[in-house]
């Protein structure tokens, strides 16, 4: 980190503990009590906007878990989420980073069929229902990738999946 980047972290920091420090005072100004964790997440929040509106409502509320209860559960959901993987058994970690890459492959084929199927109607190949769907259902890349590559020289669907049969004489 350079210099400069050094002074943008170091007086953004600084604004939010400012802020962080008012909404305490007025906690304690107002006497209402508070626990450690409570305190712990005011110093340790980072969003100005909310920091803001804290100390706003800090002058009206009954308690400190009113000044803090709509936010708590998101901020529970990003903490959980930035911290709770690094704990994971390896096994779990191994099945989430699978599963996410499951996911990003099945995406991409849906799309990559998707643009088939509309490159077959831009062409003016006629599509059977059966056909559609065998597209729809490939989820291996590799398959619609050859189907990609054929698509610029065939002159039916048939053709496209190979499925053209010789006449019978």
């Avoid at 803001?52 to 709509?70: C, K, N, P, T, Y």
């Avoid at 492959?105 to 990559?112: G, I």
Wanted: one cysteine or more.
């Amino acid at each position: 980190m350079g210099h400069a980047e050094g002074k943008v972290t170091g007086r953004s920091h600084g604004k939010t503990e400012t802020q962080a420090e008012a909404v305490l005072k007025i906690v304690a100004r107002r006497k209402l009590a508070m626990t450690a964790r409570q305190q712990h997440r005011i110093v340790e929040y980072a969003e100005f906007a909310t920091l803001f509106d804290w100390i706003d409502r800090a002058h009206s509320v009954e308690s400190v878990d009113q000044l803090l209860g709509e936010m708590h559960v998101e901020w529970v959901l990003e903490r959980l989420r930035k911290k709770s993987r690094r704990y994971w058994p390896a096994k779990q970690r191994r099945a989430y980073d699978e599963g996410v890459a499951k996911g990003f492959a099945e995406a991409r084929a849906r799309e990559e069929a998707s643009a088939l199927l509309m490159l077959l109607a831009h062409r003016g190949l006629p599509t059977m229902p059966r056909q559609r769907r065998k597209i729809r259902e490939c989820t291996d890349l590799a398959t619609l990738a050859r189907w990609f590559d054929r698509m610029g020289s065939v002159r039916s669907v048939e053709d496209l999946f190979g499925e053209r049969r010789a006449p019978v004489r």
